[in-house]
């Protein structure tokens, strides 16, 4: 009990703490809000003293930051949040009515991503339930590359070919159902993706239980043991469900920029720029909010589908047969991709010929041209090692990080929650804030937000590892918390995680591609990856070679990633027999499994 | 068992009614129900590039996007010459050096009340009193009074030559007395003047106007317009391009290409992208290195490839939408002889991506420079995290396009900001007595065609100082399609739809 009123409090602490540290902004980068809100209200307005010193009046700032957050803070317990400082407009109903958008874009965005997750399982579903599975890698390189599909991209796309060029559905807008079908494809394929991965990277495992290959031999039908199946793997993916939940409704920001959607990323993302605090505290809190709710239900959800289970300690180990890995797959995407590199890396990255400008492939420009007429190979080539280094290390940060917070959730779920309700700039323009401008800053500002799914995947996991029964065995035979964790859990827990991590890992560099209008990051003319996606978005219809070069290597680095991560698992002699595995708890699991059935996935 | 499962699938459809207000409101009228019933003129479709900022106040950015869409109007308006026009005001004269009259025309406003001297009065004060001041009024005090049945007299503190000019600033509009009834906010809803009255406002996402059929100037030929508020261009087109728009403000040069050659015109416009260089620190504060850079740039690749020929190449700060500068203008005067530069002259060169083409620019800029001899380092940022940093002088060169009419449209006033001492948009951080001296003598001249020639005559030395290299003239795109006629194509971007425009 009072671990749980612990929890709330540092819940709370955090949100707290978030609202203030939004509240210090300014006066934390040192930049004036009378400022930025003029530049927002008119872009063009000379920022005079007379004129900064109207507006700081009309704001309320001379009191100092304190006496700003106060204020906000006291008319937040009468219900209300203050009027913008852009508009003069009341928060909370704008905040509202883009909450409302958001979540609906949200809402059908899951529903794409489940669909899609089930698409990319259906193989490992079908085998399984079969009990054929024995000997087949995993295929996993589609999934892959759509996982590393930037969502703006998939987003023009959809709004060029299937809104405008077929006319089949609106290309812009949020005035009804048929609206939200592009924007939903575009969140959800990706987001799909990622937990469709994750999924099919469990699913064997569970169909490896003693209780599947009973349940088969008892004569269940292949179906219910695949739903069985997926019911054993979905708890461990909630967090990361929940995550993206809350991540979909506040920093879908492309995404409603290119379909015109009045959502709450696009909201945030100018109150952010702009300091307008009132609206950005409030945006902010209803994320947070929701994360809160988010948790909550991913909480009772799990306890519904493994309860028992997870209370007596009866789980097996979810580790799969071991596969043969895929030497060769790899290795082809490897020698892909190192061989544009190589060949990218002999020509010249920054030769502008303006002449030759979105000139289509040819032998002379084998990816084509960029606006300004430079060779794209080259350009793909000169940024592979930038791009790939910064996000690889980032990566690992975060997976280190990750995977330390992730052991000890209790102090790290409400952190991740909080962390991942907020807005990808707002996290920059805070870590700016504490760190300066620095060429640091937005590794920082990225890695920040890196660890959190990491995290929330490496307590899941860890929550089912414990409820194992050679969990038990071992404790049963006297080992220590350190003994258990070196040779038992983290062994259990990294690789999955690692798989994961390399999943993110294009996300990683496109995210720092995205702070580049901050400042941070990247410069144009540098070649770094997630520039050149972002600088030819423009031109996608027209010269769509220029944003294909650039996804294309992402995807192909995804698809490397995943392949190559196929070996990665836990270590031969640590694995436990599938009959030394307890064949009782297997028993009693698929006995509460069936009781239970109603409450199943699938 | 599956009894029990039915109704849970049916559950999320109990949510359906509460969907509903999670979609926008308005602008989704398709085209039928925008044909208008009364078969006199259909409404019009229209997609302008900025929402409103400051919930329509006319007293900031907003006030443009009033007037574009025929809901707002001043006394006075500005000519395709770039002089003062009769609007609201039928005629003005000036009385001695402070004093203005101006008589106003029979006009009504749009709740039905006459636009009396005593309305007009009320409604300038109003704005002189707006806090911020709007821009037309920066540095300016003035009172206005009504003076008999239809003059309206303005009285300046300081002489003011350009004060029709000044009055013609969207934010100058003239709202009725109900406007300013609540509170320290104006509503311009049904308060204005103009062809098109506005009827509702859904917040930052769309708007709806009606015909003001008691307009003095003739009711307008559509019967209302539905506006939508759309920040990407891409998306703005794409819109266009199924047909569910009838006017897209503002088409990026990257998307002009997707759309038909018929549907997209483009108009000369008074922003001028130049490159403005550091004439007080850093390496261009040699006026020798800064010959050299200006020499180095090639400035038809500009126009012609970046812009894809919807801009036209520099010629001077004023464009050919400024269309009195060709005749009027001279050689730069004092051009210094141009340096080699040296090895250790690395510059900072800047510019933001709040417009695409910028950022292009500065790449193609880093280039031709580099070939030079120069080094150059280049930052890209949002506008609002740059300028600062640029006023302070903290780069050595600025990629920046600026409207070189401002908000009143006398040609003076860019130059007095841009590029004197006390400036307060001097990004080029000239400070030359010269320049000064021209700009100071060319602010006091009232006549029109005086100001212009001394408006040249200081514009030569500027350029004779080389801290300013004029790049490219915009052009702006505006994508019309087939069936609308009569779009006003505005080079002040003040006007977008008028009496005139069907479909």
């Known amino acids: ?304 589908l493994t309860g028992p289970a997870l209370r007596d300690g009866a789980l097996s180990s979810l580790h799969r047969p071991a596969p043969p890995a895929g030497r060769l797959l790899p290795l082809v995407y490897g020698a892909l991709l190192v061989a544009v590199v190589m060949v990218g890396l002999v020509r010249d990255p920054l030769a502008l010929d303006t002449g030759q400008r979105l000139r289509a492939p040819s032998l002379e420009h084998p990816f084509g041209t960029d606006a300004l007429g430079r060779d794209l190979l080259a350009r793909v080539g000169h940024g592979a090692l930038d791009t790939l280094l910064l996000a690889a290390a980032i990566s690992a940060a975060a997976l280190l990080v990750g995977v330390l917070l992730g052991l000890v959730p209790r102090v790290s779920a409400p952190l991740v929650d909080t962390v991942n309700s907020v807005p990808p700039v707002l996290v920059a323009l805070l870590v700016t804030a504490v760190a300066g401008s620095g060429a640091a800053t937005p590794a920082l500002a990225v890695g920040a937000v890196a660890w959190a799914p990491l995290a929330a995947h490496t307590s899941s996991l860890l929550r089912q590892e414990r409820a194992t029964l050679h969990i038990t065995a071992s404790k049963g035979l006297g080992a220590g918390p350190v003994h258990l964790l070196r040779h038992e859990l983290l062994p259990a827990v990294v690789p999955p995680v690692l798989r994961h991590a390399l999943l993110r890992l294009p996300g990683v560099a496109l995210a720092l591609a995205s702070l580049g209008f901050l400042g941070l990051g990247a410069q144009p003319p540098s070649p770094e990856w997630g520039l050149l996606l972002a600088e030819n978005q423009p031109y996608a219809e027209r010269a769509p070679w220029a944003v294909l070069a650039p996804a294309a290597v992402l995807a192909l680095l995804g698809a490397l990633a995943v392949s190559a991560a196929g070996g990665l698992r836990r270590p031969a002699r640590r694995r436990p027999s599938p009959t030394a595995d307890g064949g009782e708890g297997a028993e009693r699991r698929s006995v509460t499994a069936t009781e239970k059935a109603p409450a199943g996935v699938g | 068992m599956r009894s029990h499962r039915r109704p849970r699938l049916l559950a999320p459809l109990l949510l359906v009614p509460l969907m509903a207000g999670c979609f926008a409101s308005g602008g989704g009228d398709d085209s039928a129900s925008g044909d208008g019933g009364d078969g006199d003129g259909a409404r019009l479709r229209v997609a302008l590039a900025f929402p409103p900022a400051e919930n329509l106040s006319p007293y900031g950015a907003d006030a443009t996007l009033l007037s574009r869409l025929g809901v707002t109007e001043g006394l006075t308006a500005l000519d395709a010459n770039g002089s003062a026009a009769p609007a609201l005001a039928e005629s003005w004269r000036r009385d001695g050096e402070k004093d203005w009259e101006f008589t106003l025309r029979d006009a009504t406003f749009q709740d039905g009340s006459d636009v009396t001297p005593a309305a007009v009065a009320a409604s300038l004060t109003r704005a002189t009193d707006a806090e911020p001041a709007p821009a037309a009024l920066a540095g300016v005090t003035l009172s206005v009074k009504a003076s008999g049945d239809r003059v309206v007299r303005v009285t300046t503190a300081e002489p003011d030559p350009v004060l029709p000019l000044r009055l013609s600033s969207p934010s100058l509009a003239i709202l009725s007395k109900d406007a300013y009834a609540k509170g320290s906010r104006v509503d311009p809803v049904g308060h204005a003047t103009g062809p098109f009255e506005l009827t509702e406002v859904n917040g930052a996402a769309s708007a709806s106007l009606d015909r003001f059929d008691d307009y003095w100037g003739g009711r307008a030929q559509a019967s209302g317009i539905d506006a939508r508020f759309i920040a990407d261009g891409t998306a703005r087109a794409n819109a266009l391009r199924t047909g569910e728009l009838d006017i897209a403000e503002a088409v990026p040069v990257a998307q002009a290409a997707s759309l038909d050659e018929k549907t997209r015109r483009d108009t000369a416009t008074t922003r001028t992208t130049s490159l403005l260089l550091n004439a007080s620190s850093g390496a261009f504060e040699d006026a020798g290195l800064r010959a050299a850079a200006r020499q180095a740039l090639d400035t038809s690749v500009f126009a012609e490839d970046v812009y894809e020929g919807y801009a036209d190449p520099g010629a001077g700060i004023y464009g050919p939408a400024v269309t009195w500068a060709e005749g009027k203008r001279t050689a730069p005067v004092g051009r210094a002889a141009v340096k080699k530069p040296g090895n250790g002259d690395t510059i900072t060169l800047a510019t933001y991506d709040n417009r695409p083409e910028l950022p292009e620019v500065a790449q193609v800029v880093k280039q031709q420079l580099e070939k030079a001899g120069f080094t150059v380092k280049l930052t890209v940022r949002e506008y609002s995290r740059l300028e600062g940093d640029a006023l302070d002088g903290k780069f050595d060169a600025f990629v920046l396009a600026r409207n070189t009419l401002l908000d009143t449209g006398d040609p003076v006033a860019v130059l007095a900001s841009d590029y004197t001492c006390d400036g307060g948009f001097n990004i080029a951080q000239l400070c030359d007595k010269g320049v000064d001296r021209a700009v100071a003598d060319a602010e006091k001249i009232a006549d029109t065609a005086k100001r212009q020639d001394a408006a040249m005559a200081a514009e030569a030395r500027i350029l004779g100082s080389d801290a300013v290299v004029p790049l490219v003239h915009q052009r702006i795109i505006t994508g019309v399609a087939d069936s609308v006629q009569g779009v006003v194509l505005d080079p002040y971007e003040r006007t977008l739809v008028g009496t005139g425009t069907r479909r």
């Open chain 1, 1 to 304: 009990m009072w671990q749980r009123v612990a929890g709330a409090g540092w819940r709370i602490l955090l949100a707290v703490g978030l609202v203030c540290g939004i509240g210090l902004l300014p006066w934390l980068t040192h930049t004036d809000p009378a400022y930025t809100v003029l530049k927002a209200r008119s872009a063009e307005r000379e920022p005079t003293p007379e004129v900064l010193a109207d507006i700081r009046q009309q704001l309320g700032v001379d009191g100092g930051p304190l006496h700003v957050l106060a204020g906000w803070l006291g008319g937040l317990v009468r219900g209300d949040a203050g009027q913008s400082w852009i508009s003069g407009a009341d928060v909370l109903p704008y905040v509202t009515r883009a909450l409302g958008a958001s979540l609906l874009l949200m809402g059908v965005a899951l529903l794409v991503a489940v669909l899609t997750a089930g698409v990319i399982c259906l193989r490992t579903l079908r085998l399984g339930a079969r009990r054929r599975l024995g000997g087949r890698r995993s295929g996993g390189s589609g999934s892959a590359v759509l996982a590393s599909l930037p969502e703006f991209l998939v987003a023009s796309v959809l709004a060029t070919v299937v809104g405008v060029q077929l006319g089949w559905l609106p290309a812009l807008g949020w005035y009804g159902p048929q609206w939200t079908v592009l924007p939903a494809l575009a969140l959800g394929l990706p987001a799909g993706a990622v937990l469709g991965r994750l999924l099919d990277d469990l699913l064997p495992g569970a169909f490896g239980e003693p209780w599947a290959l009973a349940a088969a031999a008892r004569g269940l039908t292949g179906r219910s043991v695949a739903r069985q199946a997926v019911r054993r793997c979905v708890p461990a993916l909630l967090p990361n469900l929940g995550l993206f939940v809350v991540g979909l409704t506040g920093g879908a920001v492309a995404v409603e920029q290119v379909f015109d959607i009045p959502g709450l990323g696009r909201t945030t993302l100018q109150a952010a720029l702009a300091q307008d605090l009132p609206v950005l505290q409030a945006g902010t809190l209803a994320l947070v909010l929701l994360a809160a709710l988010a948790t909550g239900a991913t909480r009772v959800a799990a306890r519904l």
